[in-house]
């Protein structure tokens, strides 16, 4: 495993941090039901359980870099391309979002940093394995 692999990944997450504060500051669980149910299922009060939910994904995104990835765990590739490729899909998510709303949608701002970031540190697990 390369050290900046593994520091892809640190920016990854923390632009998914950067993209869950986006989504809380818009709103994203009153416009996206798929949203609110997750919301929902974590508290009653969707605002809070939106906030818990992401903080728990980025709290997972967190202990994947400084637990497998870093001591280089044999899961540590498959968590690293699951993360490139789900936030990869995110970005582009939310733009084809916002393309349908014809404007604005919660996430798009920081929508092209999940795609940079995703596609950055596939390519370097790609080129890794070629």
């Known amino acids: 495993m390369e050290r900046s692999q ?9 632009g998914q941090a950067c993209h869950s504060v986006e989504e809380y500051v ?3 669980w009153e416009v996206f039901a798929p949203a609110r149910a ?31 990835v870093r001591r280089e765990w044999k899961a540590a590739s498959a968590l690293m391309w699951g993360w490139g490729l789900l936030e990869t899909a ?10 349908a ?8 701002y920081t929508a092209p940093l ?3 970031a995703g596609l950055w540190l596939v390519s370097r697990l790609h080129a890794r394995n070629a």
């Open 90 to 99: 995110n970005g582009f998510g939310h733009i084809a979002l916002a393309a």
């Open 26 to 28: 818009f709103r994203l």
């Open 101 to 108: 709303a014809r404007g604005y949608f919660p996430g798009l």
């Open 38 to 68: 997750v919301a929902q299922a974590v508290d009653a009060d969707a605002a809070l359980g939106f906030i818990l939910s992401n903080s728990l994904l980025v709290g997972f995104g967190l202990w994947c870099w400084a637990v497998p």
């Open 114 to 116: 999940l795609i940079a």
């Open 6 to 14: 593994a520091d892809v990944l640190l920016v990854l997450v923390l």
